[in-house]
């Protein structure tokens, strides 16, 4: 039987150290707990691919103008990818036409892949964010401009 509060209590002991990851067991289990690259540790959750239209975006580093869309934002924090693999093409490129249900991008926290879909059909305006770098939860990620119903 796992005890949920010795759990707890090991989660708090590397938050709180220098140690980068802990392993505890007998025959019947194996625990490991690992903090994230940036020494942080989350919680995970199930999150929504939720995207937003924002009526007046937040400045936006290297960019003037600031343009007109529905502003898709990342639902969680992590590592921006444009393609599955990294030599495989990017999922959208600025120009292509995009539909409801359409994979984006790929948000990487904690060693899991979570897909950002499109919510809406239209033509992708803008792409905020590099290849392979952080995004904050809520940071726009890409600029669409609607076309036909939603």
Known sequence: ??????????????????????????????????????????RTQEVSSRSEEILEPPPLEGKEDHKEGIYITSPIVGTFYRAPKPDAPPF???????????????????????????EYNGIVRDILVENGEPVEYGQPLFIIEPVGEE
Not at 102 to 110: G, N
């Open 1 to 42: 039987m796992i005890d949920v509060e010795l759990i707890k209590k090991l989660v708090d002991i590397v938050s709180h150290s220098n140690i980068d990851e802990l392993r505890v067991g007998d025959k019947d289990i194996k625990i490991t707990i690992k903090k994230s690259t940036s020494g942080k540790l989350y």
């Open 92 to 118: 959208v490129e600025i120009g292509d036409e995009i539909k409801v249900g359409q994979t984006l991008c790929i948000i990487e926290a904690m060693k899991l892949m979570n897909e950002v879909k499109s």
